[in-house]
């Protein structure tokens, strides 16, 4: 197998977490008393680092940025986090993958306190040797850093390394880290925005990335 090191983002690779997100945006507007109307399509919300996501959507800075995100932590913390759904064939791929002694990585913008929560819930976090997302204050959210010290704090070899998302920001992340990316396209990245962003691979379904990985 070429790829020994696997790097998986969350959100919308491994899980379906619309519902857990967007109800927990639509909390925080109302509680900011922003419209719904005014910031458009919140999908958007799903990817990017949360901080940013307020600031660039909403037109938020400051303290405001701050009780934004306060407001969505509070809904998820309660009733976000479990209005998600793993995708099928995902715990049937990750056991195959450890079968063959693959080293399986977290690498995610979401908070790490709430990933290891999700990967809890599904039952999938015996399969990860490290959990690696951002800290609750919004730093070390961007995907260059969080795959950055993943290698560095493993030592990973970078021509056995692949980054696996849905977003751009997954494969911009891996090619500034020098290393290659499979962009999957059944989550909220179009195959447009991850060929554009230069994915090594593309897949369609979670099959897809078992045969890309393992042949079969």
């Known amino acids: 197998m070429k790829y020994t090191n696997i790097l998986f983002d969350l959100d919308g690779t491994l899980t379906e977490p619309k519902d857990g997100i967007l109800n ?6 109302d509680k900011l008393g ?16 949360l901080h940013a996501s307020f600031r660039d959507f909403c037109g938020l800075s400051g303290d405001a940025v701050e009780d934004g995100v306060r407001y969505f932590r509070k809904y998820y913390a309660e009733i976000g986090i479990n209005e998600n759904e793993i995708f099928p064939a995902v715990t049937e791929l990750l056991e195959e993958l450890q079968k063959t ?14 990933a ?6 599904f039952g999938i ?17 961007g ?24 977003r751009f920001y997954d494969i911009i992340g891996a090619k500034e880290n020098g290393i290659d990316s499979i962009g999957v396209t059944f989550g909220y990245g179009s195959e447009s925005e ?23």
């Open 34 to 49: 922003i419209k719904e109307s005014e910031v458009g399509d919140l999908m958007k919300f799903i990817g990017p680092p």
């Open 125 to 141: 976090d015996k399969y990860f040797q490290y959990i690696k997302g951002s800290n609750l204050n919004g730093t070390e959210s």
């Open 116 to 121: 290891e929560k999700v990967l809890e819930q």
């Open 24 to 29: 927990s945006v639509r909390f925080a507007l």
């Open 194 to 216: 991850l060929k554009e962003a230069g994915t090594t691979y593309i897949c369609g379904s979670v099959r897809e990335i078992g045969l890309l990985l393992l042949g079969k």
């Open 101 to 114: 002694g693959a080293n399986m990585f977290i690498a995610t913008s979401k908070p790490t306190v709430f």
């Open 143 to 166: 995907k260059p850093e969080i795959i950055s010290h993943i290698i560095e704090k493993f030592k990973l070899e970078k021509e056995s390394t692949v980054m696996i998302g849905d």
